[in-house]
T-cell receptor, first 114, second 112 residues
Framework: DAGVIQSPRHEVTEMGQEVTLRCKPI?????LFWYRQTMMRGLELLIY????????DSGMPEDRFSAKMPNASFSTLKIQPSEPRDSAVYFC????????????FGSGTRLTVV | DAKTTQPTSMDCAEGRAANLPCNHS???????VYWYRQIHSQGPQYIIH???NNETNEMASLIITEDRKSSTLILPHATLRDTAVYYC?????????????FGSGTRLQVQP
């Protein structure tokens, strides 16, 4: 298996633009997680899905952020409009049954908003 | 979830054992100790977990004290590739009712 695949690896965008980050989980995994990492705040959970249904989105910073999982093999995290403070590394992870030892993370998307 | 305390940073000589401590004095009887690590520019990677007994796998060993108030992750022969941030997490094991949260971890620097 290729693992969790995220795209793009790097994204540079101008303030106010829409940004879409993509994630393909491991086949057969039924949990998908989106995390954000910054120097100041560390690794923060944004939202997670179980069987394509959002379970907890309390970590989503504000209405500018939205996440979808239209099917078991694809998820997007969208920021509209983007702001410089959204600059961070965004990680996607997937898990077979949500057990705490079973998370597999992608390589992340480094987002820079200028 | 029980609060965990880890040193901010540690150094280790290449080829020597790296012993990373974690304090979790308020751990409950049904909470496990999990370790993940994050190598620079990569996502976190699961290492090992345990409840009471010591555990060993191909990556590391986990030693949990008898009172379970602290534990130590041991990398028996550290290499430069083990330079990473190591996260100790204490949680009940459940099937995804809540997602994992990560603290600030210990930054391990393996020196040549």
């Amino acid at each position: 298996d290729a693992g969790v695949i995220q795209s793009p690896r790097h994204e540079v965008t101008e303030m106010g633009q829409e940004v879409t980050l993509r994630c393909k989980p491991i086949s057969g995994h039924d949990y998908l997680f989106w995390y954000r990492q910054t120097m100041m705040r560390g690794l923060e959970l944004l939202i997670y899905f179980n069987n394509n249904v959002p379970i907890d989105d309390s970590g989503m910073p504000e209405d500018r952020f939205s996440a979808k999982m239209p099917n078991a093999s694809f998820s997007t995290l969208k920021i509209q409009p983007s702001e410089p403070r959204d600059s961070a590394v965004y990680f996607c992870a997937s898990s077979f049954d949500g057990r705490q030892y079973g998370y597999t993370f992608g390589s992340g998307t480094r987002l820079t908003v200028v | 979830d029980a609060k965990t305390t880890q040193p901010t940073s540690m150094d280790c000589a290449e080829g020597r054992a790296a012993n990373l401590p974690c304090n979790h004095s308020t751990i409950s009887g049904n909470e496990y100790v999990y370790w993940y690590r994050q190598i620079h520019s990569q996502g976190p990677q699961y290492i090992i977990h345990g409840l009471k007994n010591n555990e060993t796998n191909e990556m590391a060993s986990l030693i949990i004290t008898e009172d379970r108030k602290s534990s130590t992750l041991i990398l028996p022969h550290a290499t430069l590739r083990d330079t990473a941030v190591y996260y100790c997490i204490v949680r009940v094991m459940d099937t995804g009712r809540r997602a994992l949260t990560f603290g600030s971890g210990t930054r391990l620097q393996v020196q040549p």
